[in-house]
């Protein structure tokens, strides 16, 4: 059973694969029934959410599907039943599971019993379906993704962060992320990125300095300095981020080419300047309508594969 819960679950060939697929899905929404019966998918959340409950919502819908999407705070789950014995029950009654959670740790528990593909809508150390979805706009934009630099500044150990350096790596481009020390990515996830850059042309660059990430960037991005669940940590994230700020003078050191990407919400005035955001070089709406593409692209890829 293949799922979804970091980056590097895909190939690079596979993430090539599903992007394509995307294109096809926006080029013609309705012409893919994979979720015909309807069957349901079940579609939890931990976490806030605009987004990525309304495109799986939407996606599985267009899928022919039945979206079945559920705050956990109303489940069993928020009082405490084990996330196996959850899982047990969502494969017996559903066709894939989705979820926004906390731990990663909780998304393999979930992957491991429920017997269903299990695609990961944002933990705290990854968000891959975004990543997709940022990939497939940039393509858009760039028509290619290989040889690319992409400059991510701000929070480099956020689940943005390291969904950037998995992601990029796998499509082979030139990943700089500028973080704080103390904020840069985890190790590991490094390591991970550059296994799989080194098969795919790319690179991972990890510095403290914003100035050396952004030179000649092609793609630009920034993300929140304070995640879901930091909120007590907000007044010394926004001390310590405010170097990293994606203004118009920052944007000078990028390619005049350069686009810009905010998987949002965006607080304007602090991660990006209102200019930048809703500036010429922002392709922030288009990256938001492309979840809703993407998504619908990787269900039905691993619903394929688990037939
Ligand atoms: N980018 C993103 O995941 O947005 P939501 O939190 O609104 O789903
Ligand atoms: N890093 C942000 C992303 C929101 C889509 C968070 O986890 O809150």
């Given at each position: 059973m293949r799922h979804f819960l970091r980056d590097d679950d895909l190939s690079p060939a596979e993430q090539r694969e599903v992007l394509e697929l995307a294109l096809a899905m926006k080029a013609e929404?309705?012409?893919?029934?994979?979720?015909?019966?309807?069957q349901t998918v079940a579609v939890l959340f931990d976490k806030s959410s605009t987004r990525t409950r309304v495109s799986f919502a939407v996606g599985i819908a267009d899928l022919g599907g039945n979206p079945l999407v559920?705050?956990?705070?109303?489940?069993?789950i928020g009082r405490g039943e084990p996330i196996a014995d959850t899982a047990r029950v969502l494969g017996r009654m559903t066709s894939a599971v989705v979820w926004r959670t906390y731990a990663q740790a909780g998304l393999e528990d979930m992957a491991a019993h429920a017997g269903v593909p299990v695609v990961n809508a944002l933990s705290d150390d990854f968000h891959p379906c975004q990543i997709l979805a940022d990939w497939l706009t940039v393509l858009e934009h760039k028509g290619t993704l290989a040889g690319l630099t992409v400059a991510y500044l701000g929070d480099g150990a956020n689940n943005m962060g390291h969904s950037y350096v998995l992601g990029g790596a796998t499509a082979g481009m030139h990943v700089r992320v500028g973080a704080p020390s103390g904020y840069q990515p985890d190790p590991a996830i490094v390591a991970d990125a550059q296994r799989v850059a080194a098969t795919t042309g790319g690179s991972v660059v990890i510095t403290d300095d914003p100035a050396e990430a952004l030179r000649d960037a092609d793609v630009v991005i920034t993300d929140t300095w304070v995640s879901m669940g930091q909120e007590d940590e907000k007044a010394e994230r926004l001390a310590l981020f405010s170097g990293y700020s994606i203004t118009t003078e920052a944007m000078g050191?990028?390619?005049?080419?350069a686009v810009v990407l905010h998987c949002l919400p965006a607080y304007r005035g602090l991660e990006i300047a209102a200019d930048v955001i809703d500036?010429?070089?922002?392709?922030v709406w288009d990256e938001a309508e492309n979840r809703l593409h993407a998504q619908k692209a990787v269900l039905a890829w691993l619903l394929a594969k688990a037939s």
């Open positions: 929404p309705y012409a893919r029934k994979p979720l015909a019966g309807p559920m705050d956990t705070g109303t489940t069993q050191l990028a390619r005049p080419d500036g010429p070089q922002s392709v």
